[in-house]
């Protein structure tokens, strides 16, 4: 059996460059429900805890929430941007630097709201738009072209991805 690699607890996404009509659902729902699970994952926790990288070399649990908040704030722009311009530039940015600024040691609370109202108003915006839609392309600057449904799959993956760490965390410390 090959061994689990804790950068990816989840595996890697897999774009389709297309979704069926339940697949993509699975996505909303994902994308919805990414605000609880992370409220979920964190609860309880200490500022020790809390500033406990969940791998060696990884980002503390913190820097993982607010990276999530922060790359999700690029993806509502991105989602829009693909929705309603042709072809738009979708800029890519310094995860690590961003990891790195005060604001990342901050509590994560600010984080946890932030992603609340985000993903409420990302979900009924994409339930809202026509089967077509889903094909419209942005340009990524570092991943090249993407449909709509690359980047909705993207960001229900990154959400998971990133909630597992968190996760898988919590059961080998025992918290």
Known sequence: MAKLDPRYPIGQPNYKGKLTPAERAQAFAALA???????????????????????????????????????HINAYGR?????TENMPTLQAYDEAAWAEMVDATAPVGSSLLILQGLH????????????????????HSENGAMTLDDIVTSYAWHGAHHVAHITTLRAKKGW
């Open 33 to 71: 429900a990414l605000p609880e699970q992370l409220c979920a994952a964190v609860r309880g926790l200490d500022d020790e805890q809390l500033d406990t990288p969940y791998r060696k070399g990884g980002w503390t649990v913190r820097q993982v929430v607010h990276h999530i908040a922060d790359s």
């Open 79 to 83: 989602h829009k941007f693909t929705m």
């Open 120 to 139: 409420m108003r990302l979900v009924a915006a994409l339930r809202a738009l026509p089967e077509h839609a889903f094909q419209r392309v942005g340009m």
